[in-house]
């Protein structure tokens, strides 16, 4: 009986796809207008967080108070 080397490769590990990246080294890029509704929410006691979706009733309050007059 011959003995045929295992095709088995589960002490390796497995093989990264090309299309995933690491993303441990970008840097996020916010929008000034994001930027300016977080320090705002800030100062005014609100916590937000430093990347995501800002809530809708926090943009409402900061549009209400910080909005150029029409």
Not at 11 to 31: E, F, G, K, L
Not at 62 to 68: G, L, N, T
Request: aromatic share 4%.
């Amino acid at each position: 009986m011959d003995h045929q080397p295992s095709s088995d490769t589960s002490d390796q590990p497995p093989a990264q796809s090309p299309d995933r990246t690491d993303t441990s080294a970008v840097t996020i890029h916010q929008d000034p207008a994001s930027q300016a509704i977080r320090r705002w929410a800030r100062a005014n006691g609100y916590l937000v967080n430093d990347r995501g979706r800002i809530p809708a009733s926090i943009r409402q309050e900061y549009e209400q108070e910080c909005a150029p007059p029409r």
